[in-house]
């Protein structure tokens, strides 16, 4: 004889309470908001690493791992917390302190600015560390808050699946909504620090509204949230009397931290361009042809190399990046009536050197607001330039779709027959970026050079190259006497090819850099790391 089952069985424990019910609605109300903020600090995470340590594989690979980390723990710590004390209360408490925990990286970030971490600590493992300082905390806290719900809205084990499936389903949908308002919006049209300000009060009114705060007894249901509401206004009034929310951007785009300051250099005021934490340019609002820079100087040579091969007409120049539009700006004063398209991802960059860096918005330079490989897709066969110059990097931030044979190939349809590609680059002691993409561009050029800054490399944590593809050799004694005018043609003479080049390449780790194989990050791995991050 079988014994019978009570009906009450089905029920998840003894009856759940009152205190602990949560209607559905609420939960994916709660689910969906808890996940859409992950995300956004996630997304986030990216522009204020930026100005620490720059953009890089590395720094993703550390952003998005810190924050799984911290929601996978989350998760294991709210099924615990959801197993002894699954109540609003406890549900109120966890997305108020996930509220204080998101408004902490306001405060980590500035406290961590200059912190590299361990200098015994390798470079990976100090880029985490670094990461998890500012963004474990309020990721572990959000993740502990999807195992509450579905603890206090499960009542019926037959309909487990359903609800959670139901939850699991919003909550993917939030971090969904949250990475494309953040991606495509909010960093834009508010600024980092407003975005994770907005976030924390966010999840403070959440925690308001849905925890129970009632004192013992049956009165003061609302004086503990309004005494909390009260606390979280003097709280925020505060951070924006005091400038906490001010950025120390002068604007803060989808690409870069955008910054620009005076300074004198050699005497005379130059305005700097600084995107993230590198400094991109110099200018000089009152001299275009004013450079600084070693590597302009090279491009300075080279283009007047070009030039003197056909005097007779304009010249036609592509800049695939635009930063400071300084040597756009140093062709467009030289050589009267040239062509010059400039290629720059980030309208507001552009913006920017027009405001504050001397670019003529009616002159000669005509800018492009695209990713390079989308505006090299989109020229038509006709649109070919006697010069072409690289300069999109970001430092060790390298767009490795820049750095392909395939794009090589689409670059040389758009060279002249004896036109020069010039290609922008760090490296450092090793030199195996370097040698690789000497190498890359010997599949596509017959005639490959590199011309360092600084010709013993191996003595420099870093140093600048410029790297050349042509279809024809540099004619050396046309090449020297064209550099003899321009500023240091002692920089410019520093020129490897042929057997000099051919040591260079056969002397470490020279890879072909394709659209299926680019480790270009790793490539720059030791450079990164020796230079303090």
Sequence with gaps: MSASVPESASHVGSAPGLERALPAWQAYLLAFVASACSLIIELVAGRIMAPLIGVSLYTWTSIIGVVLAGISLGNYLGGKLADRWASRRTLGLLFLTSSLAAASILYTATALANYKGPSTFPLMARIVLLTAAIFFLPSCLLGTISPLLIKLTLRDLKRSGDVVG????????????????????????????????????????????????????????????????????????????????????????????????????????????????????????????????GYEFIYAALTEYVAHLHPERPLRTLFIGGGGYTFPRYVESRYEGSLIDVIEIDPEVTEVAIAHLGLNPDGIIRSINLDARQAIEEMTADQVYDVILGDAFHGFSVPYHLTTKEFNDKLRSHLAADGIYMLNIIDGRTGDFARSTARTLAETFPYVAAIPVIEN???????????????????????EAAAAVTPRPDIAAHLWDGARLAEFVASGRAIIITDDYAPVDNLLAPVFEESGL
């Design 457 to 479: 490399y191996r003595d420099l944590v870093r140093n600048t190259w410029v790297l050349v593809g042509a279809n024809r050799p540099i004619d050396r004694p046309r090449y």
């Design 166 to 293: 139901k939850i699991y389903a919003v909550s993917t949908a939030g971090s969904i909504i949250g990475t494309f308002a953040t991606g495509f919006y909010l960093v834009s049209l508010f600024g980092t620090r407003a975005v994770v300000l907005g976030v924390s009060v966010l999840l403070a009114v959440l925690a308001l509204l849905f925890g129970d705060w009632r004192l013992r007894g049956r009165g003061g249901r609302w004086a503990i949230p309004a005494l909390l509401a009260l606390a979280m206004t003097v709280a925020v009034s505060q951070l924006i009397a005091r400038d906490a929310l001010r950025s120390e951007c002068l604007r803060e785009t989808n690409y870069y931290c955008i910054k620009v300051h005076d300074e004198e250099h050699y005497g005379e005021p130059v305005k700097v361009l600084v995107l993230d934490h590198l400094v991109h340019s110099y200018n000089s609002l009152t001299d275009p042809e004013r450079l600084v820079y």
